[in-house]
Each structure stands twice: as C-alpha cells, then as structure tokens.
C-alpha cells in the first residue's frame, strides 16, 4: 500500500531539469573549467539512454522470457567488461576477456542464488528482479573492479622492488603478490564499505529515494534499500577479488617471473 | 652451487648485449665479474637468481636446470645493489624470509653476534629498518640475505655508492662467513680483491668471459 501519492513526472517537467545542466554548463564556461561540452552530451546520453532503458524495460517485464533476461544481463556485463579494460591505461595484456568471463560467471551465480534462495521468486529470471538487481550490481561493481585494477597495475609497477625481493626470497608467486593483491582489493571495496557505514546517516541512497518519490512506503523502500546494499558489498568484494586474482596470476610465466 | 652458463645469450629488442656466452662457476669459488657499464653484468645475475629470463642458452645449476624456482632462488641470494628494504623492524627484516620457509630464526645472542660484526657503530634489532643509512640497508640485507644459507651469493655492484666502511665490512664479512658458498661479485671499477686468494677475476664483453 502507498502512504504517499506517487510524484508524477510530466515530459516537459522531466525536460526542466535540464535547465540546472545549462546553469551548471554556463558556470563551467565563465570558470573556464572546460567541463561544459561532457556535461551537457552526459546528460543528453542520461536523458536518451534511460528513457530507451525504460521504454525497453516495460516490454520485458510485460513478457518473461529466460532468454530475454539473459540477454539483458550479458550486454550489461559486455558493457561493464568495455568500461573497464578502456579505463586501465596501457594494459600489459588484452582485459576484455578476462573481466567480462569473470563478472558473467560471478554475477549470474550471485544473482541467481539471491532471486531463487533469498527472495524466493517466482522463477530465477523474474525480469522485474533479474535484470534490475542484475544492473545494480554491475554498475556498483564495475566502479569496484576499475579501482582494484588501476591500484594493481600501478603497484606492479611502483612496488616492484617489493615483489621482486619477495621472489628473491623464494616465495611463491601467490605469496610474493599477496600484499598487492590485498592493498587492490580492499582499494576497490572501500567505497561501498563507507557506504555502509554512512547510509541513512549522512544520505539517502539514489535508489531508495527514487523509490520514496515512486510512491513506496519508505520503511519498506529501506528494507529494499539494505537487501541491494548488502548484494552490492558483495558482488564489488567478490568482482573485485576474482578479477584481480585471475589478472594477477596471468602476470607471470611459469618460472614465477613478471612477464613484462 | 656449481653454475653453468650454456650458450647464453641476452638481446633485449633486438640488441645484443652478450651472446653465446659459456662458463661454469665451481661449487665455492669466488668469482668478480668486471666490465663497462651496460655489458649486462647485472643482468647475468638475475638471470641465474631466476628472476628474469635470458633470451635464449641454458643455466644448469648442480647438473640441471632449476625445477622448483621458488628453491633455487632461496638458495642463490642476489644481493642487489639498493636492497629493498621492507619497512619494518631490523629484526623483522631478517627474520620474515625464515619465517616464510619454517626455518629457526637464530637466537637473539646470535643475531647480536652477527650485528655487532657487521654493525661496530651498533645496531638495535627493534630498530626501524627504513630509518638505516644506504650503507647499513646494504649490510642488513647482506645478512639476511645470510641468515638464509644460500648456496651462492651473487653481489651486485658491492661498492657503488657505499661509503668505504660499509664496503670493508661487507667484504670481510663474505669473506670470513661465506666459504661454503659460490660468491660472485660484479663490478664496472677496479675492487681491491688482489690480495684475496682463490679468487678468479673476469673480464665480461660481448664475446664472452676473459681471465684478468
């Protein structure tokens, strides 16, 4: 039941918000911060974007289908798994692969397991709760992987003499990396752990206020908000350490050398 | 450790630093490598620490090649010419890689034996080790580097940049601790090993090793 009338958003009241953009635009300009021309083509591709998506959404809800909710969920990981590999400047080797393979598998599995063990759905593909799960998930954890890879690189790089003096001291190659591992991968966790501590104290998180606005009681709007928030500790937790460890073992040959 | 270089060749894109090189390196001896600067001196050391990989040739250690790289490279210590020094105590420092193999750190009074060898000017095992001057990290890496027991202890530019202390101090203690070791040191100046005995001295070029 909703205690509150839902906020309903015309086109042309959706449209006046853009005037805070051009403010904003406008102000960049007289800073000359030279931000103006990716704010406004990001919040063009904000407005399109997310209009296409829920334009889209409205179909697939209407018509479950396994294959549909599958194929939403791949394009969004393809589409994370790009984000990514183009962010890490001068990889050492191609990401693409690696990332997207390790977030398909992870993410599905995790997805899956808290739709049919937790929330007990329907069926596992519950487009309603499959791909909006899904797509808060890769959008908190890519963020999460990024961070963890950029961190790893530059270490392998800034630390070398560490890893290399570990290696000299006859460590495993898993042993030797160990700290870098953990320094990348706490990196990539720590923002969502802040979250955790921060929410309902210092914000209201996008997803529960859009769900206030929506028309949702807010008691239960929280209930949905600490169910996501939870997922997404996880899923930036296990992003993170399994895409940094399957990169970091990829790193060396079989001598235990650094191949590049 | 008997060290045998077969064929060795090093060209890193395409440029030849040295190639085909051969040598063995008997089990105890003592050795200096000299030569210019960029003759790839210290890359031949960390091709036999294993650390990185010659282009092509082969380094036969005690008969075969190293299966177990984690082994051979505890028991052949490159000593590097800045160690890298973890930023943690004295102790610690010497005691992290034993701890790591399961191997019995020495006693207090023994690690104070070794310290007061190598360190007249006194050293504090809870003493942070970041702190050290580069001539005491060089030490301290050389004894923990010791307290491993390696079977070779391969010495990269020993005296570049070390204050003429620090230089006595590292090379007596090699030469009065390590007999039981195949020491090889590299260096692109002249050392003040003449008075040594035992001690074969090699003049590294492209074309391979030449006795001095």
Not at chain 1, 76 to 100: G, H
Not at chain 1, 204 to 219: A, H, N, S, Y
Request: glycine share 6%; hydrophobic share 45%.
């Amino acid at each position: 039941m909703n205690l509150l009338l839902a906020l309903h958003i015309s086109n042309l009241q959706l449209l006046s918000f853009s005037l805070f953009v051009l403010l904003t635009a406008f102000v960049s300009y007289r800073l000359k911060l030279g931000l103006e021309k990716s704010l406004l083509i990001g919040s063009l591709r904000t407005y399109v974007q997310l209009l296409a998506m829920g334009f889209a959404l409205v179909y697939i809800f209407r018509y479950p289908n396994p294959v549909i909710s599958l194929a939403v969920y791949i394009w969004m990981i393809f589409w994370a798994a790009r984000i990514i590999s183009n962010r890490i400047e001068n990889p050492p080797f191609p990401l693409f692969k690696i990332i997207f393979v390790t977030m398909l598998v992870s993410y599905l599995a995790l997805n899956i397991i808290s739709l049919g063990v937790f929330l007990r759905a329907d069926s596992w593909y519950a487009p309603e709760i499959f791909i909006t799960i899904g797509g808060m998930i890769v959008g908190n954890s890519m963020n999460a992987v990024a961070v963890s890879l950029d961190r790893f690189f530059a270490d392998l790089k800034n630390r070398r003499e560490e890893l290399e003096q570990n290696l000299l001291f006859g460590m495993k190659v898993k042993d030797a990396m160990n700290d870098l591992v953990r320094d990348a991968i706490k990196a990539g966790m720590s923002p969502s752990i802040n979250n955790l501590a921060g929410v309902g104290l210092v914000f209201i998180p996008g997803m529960m206020t859009g769900q206030i606005l929506g028309g949702e009681d807010p008691l239960n709007a929280a209930k949905y908000q600490i169910m996501i928030m939870l997922i997404i500790c996880v899923s930036t937790a296990l992003g993170s350490m399994l895409v940094v460890s399957q990169v970091a073992k990829k790193c060396f040959n079989k001598r235990g050398q650094v191949k590049f | 450790m008997k060290i045998e270089l077969r064929d060795l060749s090093f060209a890193p894109q395409g440029k030849v630093v040295f190639s085909q090189l051969n040598y063995t390196f008997t089990s105890n001896g003592n050795y200096l490598i000299q030569g210019p600067s960029g003759c790839g001196k210290s890359s031949l050391l960390t091709f036999i620490s294993s650390l990185r990989q010659a282009s092509s040739g082969q380094i036969i250690i005690d008969g075969q090649e190293p299966v177990n790289f984690c082994e051979h490279r505890k028991n052949c210590q490159w000593l590097r010419q800045t160690p890298y020094i973890y930023d943690k105590t004295v102790r610690e420092n010497l005691s992290l890689a034993l701890a790591y193999h399961q191997l019995a750190i020495p006693s207090d009074d023994e690690l104070k034996k070794h310290l007061q060898y190598l360190f007249p000017e006194g050293l504090d095992l809870e003493e942070r080790a970041m702190e050290l001057s580069g001539g005491q990290k060089h030490r301290l890496a050389l004894l923990r580097s010791y307290l491993l027991k390696p079977k070779a202890l391969l010495c990269d530019e020993i005296s570049a940049g070390l204050d003429e202390k620090s230089r006595q101090l590292s090379e007596d203690f090699i030469f009065n601790h390590c007999n039981e070791m195949t020491v090889i040191f590299v260096s692109h100046i002249q050392e003040s090993f003449e008075s040594r005995e035992n001690f074969t001295r090699l003049l590294m070029s492209k074309e391979g090793f030449e006795p001095l």
